[in-house]
């Protein structure tokens, strides 16, 4: 059943990404990288649901997710830049095909990453991030969500590709067969993968040309 809750806090991550912290429902259940239903409970967008991944973890008191914000079509992303602390949200269904398996590359594409800023922060918890390792494909350094935790979390098995920008220590240009190839090793059982539909069919492609079967692959498409 839907459940209004308070936002919190609403702050920018990046240029375009909020930050959203609210109260959380009541009963509410849900696996790091699971989505929810959300819609804005203002007039006229009460029933405009939009998905959005909890970047929270299941224990924490509260419910957080990062937004990437469309400002030029008058969306809910667009809407959620004018709401402050106080405002409310709607919270719906959760669901969400992607889960943690076991020891992998996780590759996201933008906003894609924000089941696995959940997935990775639940591992850290539990002391179990051991070698998996992150791909994250993103127009411009400061496009990328997070940048300083995920470094945290993962160290060297942080691989940021810039598509539009020449960075030292950043991959250049999208991400290839090669850029994957390069950090697979004999152990990696699971691809995770996240992102715009472009780049999923991209990426999935590569992934079919390095030999890793469709079993092998955890993907949900933003
Ligand atoms: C399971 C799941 C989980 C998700 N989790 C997240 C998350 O955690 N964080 C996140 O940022 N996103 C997430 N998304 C994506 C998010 O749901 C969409 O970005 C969001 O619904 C956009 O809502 P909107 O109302 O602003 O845009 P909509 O009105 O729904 O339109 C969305 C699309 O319109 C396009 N568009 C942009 N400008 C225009 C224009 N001028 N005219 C017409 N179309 C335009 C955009 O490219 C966008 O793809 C998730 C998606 C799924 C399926």
Known sequence: ??????????????????KIVADRPVNLSYLPGQAVDVAINKPGWEKEWRSFTFTSLPDDDHIEFNIKTYPSHNGVTNQLLSLSSGDELVIGDVYGDIKYKGEGIFI???????????????LEKNNQLGNNKLIFANKTKGDIIQEEKLGKLLGKNFINVLSDEQFPGYEHGFISP?????????????????????????????????????????????
Do not use: R, W
């Open 178 to 222: 090669d850029t994957i190839k390069k950090h697979m090793d004999g152990n990696m059982k699971y691809f995770y993968l996240c992102g715009p539909p472009p780049m999923m069919d991209a990426v999935g492609k590569h992934l079919a040309s390095l030999g890793v079967s469709e079993e092998a692959i955890v993907k949900e498409g933003f």
């Open 1 to 18: 059943m839907a459940q209004i809750v308070k936002i919190k806090s609403i702050e920018h991550l990046t240029h375009d990404v909020l």
């Open 108 to 122: 996201a594409g933008g906003a894609g990453i924000t089941p696995f800023i959940a997935i990775l922060k639940h």
